[in-house]
């Protein structure tokens, strides 16, 4: 089963508009990670969040951690149409950081 | 970045024939190497984690007589697709991670896609 349930499955926004994606998990981690996957293509990682860190920021990108709920979101502030792709949060466990992924959210920004 | 290679990038091939592919880190060492299947529109399955020079671990509902893992150097790991059948046609998708330097990150390979006729 998915260790993390991502929410919405789909989010379509107008260019230069912030999206915000959630991400649910169930179990303890050592950190959370978020990757960015174009249609057919590889996956990219975005930003890697500790179990002790709360929020953390790569350029466009902030990310928010409350392990206390077990959920992350991930904001893309000033989305571009370039940002159009399927966004998964994939959490680490364990000393070989076996990675679970997300059910991911497709996200699709309007020129 | 570190940098995470596939090959083939496609591949088609006949049922009842093998397949393998590649992943290679191209500019570190990779202690442990990571394989996942994607089938179309869902998320990412993890078939099983490999560490170098030892046998891998399949995740539970992955046949490991049918995909088999050979992670042989630092470098390099390869999947073998056994006897395949239209069923195993996806999108296979190839991690690594080099423990050694503490780094938390998995990089990704490219993806090799697998259409079985």
């Known amino acids: 089963s998915q260790q993390g349930e991502e929410d919405p499955q789909a989010l379509s926004i107008q260019e230069g508009e912030n999206a915000t994606m959630n991400c649910s998990y169930k179990t303890s981690i050592n950190n959370l990670q978020w990757y960015r996957q174009n249609s057919g293509r590889g996956l990219v990682h975005l930003i890697l969040?500790?179990?002790?860190?709360r929020e953390k920021h790569s350029g466009r990108l902030r990310v928010t951690l409350d392990t206390s709920k077990k959920s992350s979101s991930l904001l893309i502030t000033a989305s571009r149409a370039a940002d159009t792709a399927s966004y998964f949060c994939?959490?680490?466990?364990?000393?070989?950081?076996?990675?679970?992924f997300g059910t991911g959210t497709k996200l699709q920004v309007i020129p | 970045g570190a940098v995470v290679s596939q090959h083939p990038s496609r591949v088609i091939c006949k049922s009842g024939t093998s397949v393998k592919i590649e992943c290679r880190s191209l500019?570190?060492?990779?202690?442990?190497m990571f394989w996942y299947r994607q089938f179309p529109k869902q998320s990412l399955m993890l078939m099983a984690t490999?560490?170098?020079?030892?046998?891998?671990?399949?995740e539970q509902g992955v046949e490991k007589d049918k995909f088999l893992i050979n992670h042989a150097s630092l470098t390099l790991s390869t999947l073998t697709v056994t006897s395949a059948h239209p069923e195993d046609s996806s999108f296979y998708i190839c991690s690594a991670r080099d423990r050694s330097r503490g780094e938390e990150t998995q990089y990704f390979g490219p993806g090799t896609r697998l259409l079985v006729l």
């Open positions: 500019d570190f060492q990779a202690t442990t």
């Open positions: 994939a959490t680490a466990l364990g000393g070989y950081q076996k990675v679970t």
């Open positions: 969040i500790r179990s002790n860190e």
């Open positions: 490999s560490n170098e020079g030892s046998k891998a671990t399949y």
